[in-house]
């Protein structure tokens, strides 16, 4: 699961990485070229090669929309921030997928298999979504059928956009069928988790749904992810030592919660609200009690090492699993 993790943090932000590089290119080509520089210069000549393939098509479609070819650096830059945002998407979509079939395929528990299907499903309808957004965007651009990219997408999602279009009208001369696609779709995502919860008892991780007596692995909440490019992008690790049989780790503490749950990640450490007051050791030994909770072990075997007295403690826990620790840090 740590692979995962790494494979994500590395290819997300060399992503990032790529789109912000294309832009700063094309924006420094439009500074240039507002400044009258010399068109045969060294500068001038790369940035033309670099820029030209992602302008050159962007200029056409405003022809054909008779706007001033002039705006185009500024449109190109929308249009990379939305096709690199929606490649990020895929990607991490893709590792968050298997993410949770890893995970459930690990636990041996009744319904595991019920559980890979539902990850299956439920990551083939955000790819499913972002194939249509992919379509929509390239009509709007005016790309022809004749692209074998756009036929590959138009052949992916017309067998739900047909049948749509053929049963709702259009309003005026807008086809509105696939926002209505998008509405189903995100309709039905969210039940997937209750679905397959009824179907499975995972009594080691916590329900999607508390309100019922059964429990999915921490893994599928990953999965929405993908739809929070901030999360994409400043997402971090967190760090875990295993010596002693144990795990050693940080823990960043909110006291005075309303209620004690794992609430993410904080600068390497698990964050984790405490429903206690950080008043004579209330707030450590809710903490040590949430910690054996999780990790289903007893008390006695969580240690906190260091910082008592701050809200950034090192613990350690005896006889502790580094897969147990990977799912909290995938819980939210």
Known sequence: MQIIQLLSFYII?????II???IVLVLLRAVLNYRDANPFSWLAVTLRRATEPVLAPVRAMLRGFRLDPKVAPFVAVILIIVAGYMVILVVSGVLNTLAGIILAGS??????IVAIFGYLLFG???LYTLAIFIRIIFSFVGMSYANRLMRFFVRTTEPLLGPLR????????FDISPIVAFLIIWLVRPLLPGRFCEAGRWNSFRCSQPSKNCSLPAALTILRLPFALRD?????VIHYSEKDRGLTFAVRIV????RTEIAGEYNGALRIRIAAPPVEGAANRELIRMLAKVFKLPQNAVEIISGAASKTKIVHIAGADSARLEQLILLK
Request: aromatic share 6%.
């Open 232 to 236: 994409l992008i400043f997402r971090r």
């Open 124 to 126: 083939f309808l955000g």
């Open 13 to 17: 932000r060399g992503l990032i990485s």
């Open 20 to 22: 912000v590089a294309g």
């Open 107 to 112: 636990t041996r528990q009744p319904g595991a």
């Open 255 to 258: 006291p005075r919660a309303s």
């Open 166 to 173: 053929r049963t709702i009208p259009p309003v005026g001369m």
